[in-house]
């Protein structure tokens, strides 16, 4: 079992940058991929950064490739994403997940809202 609590987010210009982080309790969190997906309004949740249990290998959408960046350190249980060059299009409400595969997303974070504004 892994709980999750994310901190970061908020309103932030276009262009600008924001960091998210996630927070991990529970055993073993170093065994579970980590995720990020972001839910924009009357739109589905969509899969936005994906890292490796170790940290060696990471995916992107399309959409946010080159713009954020995801990391862990497993010594502190927790998974970051840095978003940099943010545009009005990625407001969304952003969740932190993990799963013990790369296509299992068993554990939530609570949500937290980033909002960009032209």
């Known amino acids: 079992q892994v709980q999750l609590v994310q901190s970061g987010g908020g309103l932030v210009q276009a262009g600008g940058s924001l960091r998210l982080s996630c927070a991990a309790s529970?055993?073993?969190?170093?065994?579970?991929?980590a995720n990020w997906f972001r839910q924009a309004p009357e739109k589905e949740r969509e899969l936005v950064a994906q890292?490796?249990?170790?940290?060696?290998?990471?995916y992107y959408a399309d959409s946010v490739k080159g713009r954020f960046t995801i990391s862990r350190d497993n010594t502190k249980k927790a998974v970051y994403l840095q978003m940099s060059s943010l545009k009005p299009e990625d407001t969304a409400v952003y969740y932190c997940n993990a799963g013990p595969t790369a296509v299992a997303y068993d554990y939530w974070g609570q949500g937290t809202q980033v909002t960009v504004s032209s």
């Open positions: 529970g055993r073993d969190f170093d065994v579970y991929y």
């Open positions: 890292i490796s249990t170790s940290g060696g290998r990471t």
